[in-house]
């Protein structure tokens, strides 16, 4: 084989190994930030059955498992919220993080 042969072969390879560790890192890094985006982006949490299941004294833990994470309110930070594009999901927590507080607000579309 000529050395131009090898470039070629080295390269072609180096091109391959990347495309085999780079897309699958990217595939999942992907899926963990749409999942972990506020109101978990994968399949909207944010509705009237998922607000009925936040009961008062669950910890922000509980809250983000049925809602996602939420977005802390700049105006009252023991206070967070979850939207889509018909609801709005406003969760309040006490001194020792338990829910206090839950609000939903529905938008006609």
């Known amino acids: 084989m000529t050395p131009a ?48 299941k936040v009961q008062f004294g669950m910890t922000q833990p509980e809250v983000e498992a049925i809602l996602g994470r939420g977005l802390p309110r700049a105006d009252r930070p023991s206070e967070f919220e979850w939207r889509s594009a018909r609801i709005t999901i406003q969760i309040g927590f006490d001194r020792t993080g338990r829910v206090n507080k839950r609000s939903m607000v529905t938008r006609n579309p």
């Open 5 to 52: 042969a090898w470039t070629t072969i080295i390269v072609l390879g180096g091109v391959g190994v990347v495309l085999l560790c780079c897309v699958p890192v990217t595939l999942v890094g992907g899926y963990l930030l749409l999942r972990e985006a506020p109101g978990g982006m994968l399949g909207n949490r944010v509705t009237q059955e998922n607000f009925e």
